[in-house]
T-cell receptor, first 116, second 111 residues
Framework: GAVVSQHPSWVICKSGTSVKIECRSL??????MFWYRQFPKQSLMLMAT?????????EQGVEKDKFLINHASLTLSTLTVTSAHPEDSSFYIC????????????FGNGTRLTVT | DAKTTQPPSMDCAEGRAANLPCNHS???????VYWYRQIHSQGPQYIIH???NNETNEMASLIITEDRKSSTLILPHATLRDTAVYYC????????????FGGGTRLMVKP
C-alpha cells in the first residue's frame, strides 16, 4: 500500500514552454503533498508544500509564479514549470503521507525534466 | 529538526551485513529517526523508523543507542540492488510532515 505515482517519468521541452508534472496517491488520500527538486549529485531540496483546497507554501528562494502548484483533490497534486529555462532542468520528486498517525512519507519515482 | 551526520560513502561486500552509522547528538526527546534510501534516478524509498527502541522489518534493522545520540541501519545480507544513497533523518513525527534531507551515505555493494 501507500503508492505515490508520478507522471511523466521524464520530459524534454524547449526553453520558454511550460511543463506539467502530476503526482497521485494511488491507494490513499493525502491532504498534503510535498515537491522536491534534486540537481545532479546533490540531495533533495524541498520546493513547496501542497495543501488540498488551499494555496501551496513555497520555500525561500522558490518562485511561486514559476512553479505553479495545484492540489485540487485528495489524490492529485500538479506542479507546472512555467516558461522553463535550461537551469530548471532537474529531477522533480513528489511525496505524500497517509493521513494516519505515524505513517512515513512516501515518494514518487520522480520526473526528469530536461529543458533545451 | 536535529542535524544528522553520516559518512559520505561506504563499501560492502555482497552477502555481508552493511552497517550504516548516523550521528544525531542534538536529538530531542520527541524526535524520531527515519531512514530512507534513493537508488539512482528513483524517488526515495522508506526503510524504517524508530524512537528509542530497536526496530526490525523485512528490509532492515535499526539500532538506536541508549542515549539516542546515534543510530545504525543494518542491512543483514546486502545485495547489489542495495547500492544506493541512504539518508538518516531526524524529526518530530507528524510535525509538518515534510522531511529535510542531508547528504546521506552512498553505499556501494560490491560482488
Amino acid at each position: 500500500g501507500a503508492v505515490v505515482s508520478q507522471h511523466p517519468s521524464w520530459v524534454i521541452c524547449k526553453s520558454g514552454t511550460s511543463v506539467k508534472i502530476e503526482c497521485r496517491s494511488l491507494d490513499f488520500q493525502a491532504t498534503t503533498m510535498f515537491w522536491y527538486r534534486q540537481f545532479p549529485k546533490q540531495s533533495l531540496m524541498l520546493m513547496a508544500t501542497s495543501n488540498e483546497g488551499s494555496k501551496a507554501t513555497y520555500e525561500q528562494g522558490v518562485e511561486k509564479d514559476k512553479f505553479l502548484i495545484n492540489h485540487a483533490s485528495l489524490t492529485l497534486s500538479t506542479l507546472t514549470v512555467t516558461s522553463a529555462h535550461p537551469e530548471d532542468s532537474s529531477f522533480y520528486i513528489c511525496s505524500a503521507k497517509v493521513n494516519r498517525g505515524d505513517s512515513p512519507l512516501h515518494f514518487g519515482n520522480g520526473t526528469r525534466l530536461t529543458v533545451t | 529538526d536535529a542535524k544528522t551526520t553520516q559518512p559520505p560513502s561506504m563499501d560492502c561486500a555482497e552477502g555481508r551485513a552493511a552497517n550504516l552509522p548516523c550521528n544525531h547528538s542534538t536529538i530531542s526527546g520527541n524526535e524520531y529517526v527515519y531512514w530512507y534510501r534513493q537508488i539512482h534516478s528513483q524517488g526515495p524509498q522508506y526503510i524504517i523508523h524508530g524512537l528509542k527502541n530497536n526496530e526490525t522489518n523485512e528490509m532492515a534493522s535499526l539500532i538506536i543507542t541508549e542515549d539516542r545520540k546515534s543510530s545504525t541501519l543494518i542491512l543483514p545480507h546486502a545485495t547489489l540492488r542495495d547500492t544506493a544513497v541512504y539518508y538518516c533523518i531526524v524529526r518530530v513525527k507528524n510535525a509538518g510532515n515534510m522531511l529535510t534531507f542531508g547528504g546521506g551515505t552512498r553505499l556501494m555493494v560490491k560482488p
